[in-house]
C-alpha cells in the first residue's frame, strides 16, 4: 500500500455516491508529479478519465505531490501520470490508489461497490500496460517501419500483466 501522509481529510460518503478526483497538474515529463484531490458526486455528472494499470511492485515506490504533500505511489503508477501528464493543461482522473483511502478499510469496501459506476460514467478509460520492454519496443519499431501485424501485435500486449488483473471485467 502507498503510505498516506494525511491527504484524504474526510471520509467519502457512500450514499451520495461520492469518489475523488484528481486533477494531474500540468508539467515537463523530468518535472515532480503533482496533483490536486476533489471530491465530486457520480450523481453529479463529473468529467473524468479512469486510468486502469497494474499497481506493480508495491515495495518500489515513488513520490507524488497530492495537495502539497508527499504521497509514495507505487513506481507504475508515477510512471503512468508522467507519461499522459500535459504540459499545458490539467487532466481529471480517477486512479484508485489516490482517490480511494487505502488505509480506510470501510471506505475502500465502498468504493470498490462504486467502481462499476466508475469505469460507466468515466468520460474516457486510459489502460496503462506498463514502460515498454524488449518485446513491445520492438514491435512499434516493426510496427512504425513495415505496418502493422496484427496477430503478433495481439499477442505481445496480451503479456503484459494487466490483462491477469481481477477487476478487467468490472473496468
Known amino acids: 500500500m502507498a503510505s498516506v501522509e494525511n491527504i484524504y481529510h474526510n471520509r467519502l460518503n457512500a450514499d451520495c455516491s461520492e ?3 484528481l486533477s494531474l497538474l500540468p508539467g515537463h515529463y523530468e ?3 503533482r496533483c490536486d484531490l476533489q471530491t465530486v458526486s457520480l450523481r453529479d455528472g463529473p ?3 479512469a486510468l486502469s494499470y497494474v499497481w506493480g511492485d508495491a515495495r518500489q515506490k515513488k513520490p507524488i505531490c497530492a495537495d502539497g504533500k508527499v504521497f509514495e505511489a507505487t513506481a507504475n503508477l508515477e510512471s503512468a501520470l508522467r507519461n499522459i501528464r500535459k504540459a499545458d493543461v490539467a487532466e481529471v482522473l480517477w486512479v484508485d490508489a489516490v482517490c480511494i483511502n487505502q488505509e480506510d478499510t470501510v471506505e475502500r469496501n465502498q468504493q470498490v461497490h462504486l467502481m462499476k459506476s466508475i469505469y460507466s460514467e468515466a468520460h474516457a478509460v486510459l489502460i496503462w500496460l506498463g514502460d515498454g520492454d524488449e518485446y513491445s519496443d520492438t514491435l512499434f519499431e516493426i510496427i512504425s517501419k513495415d505496418g502493422i501485424p496484427i496477430q503478433a501485435m495481439f499477442s505481445t500486449i496480451a503479456k ?4 491477469t488483473r481481477v477487476w478487467i471485467v468490472q473496468e
Open 19 to 21: 469518489i475523488r478526483t
Open 31 to 33: 518535472d515532480p508529479i
Open 47 to 49: 468529467t473524468f478519465t
Open 160 to 163: 503484459r500483466p494487466w490483462w
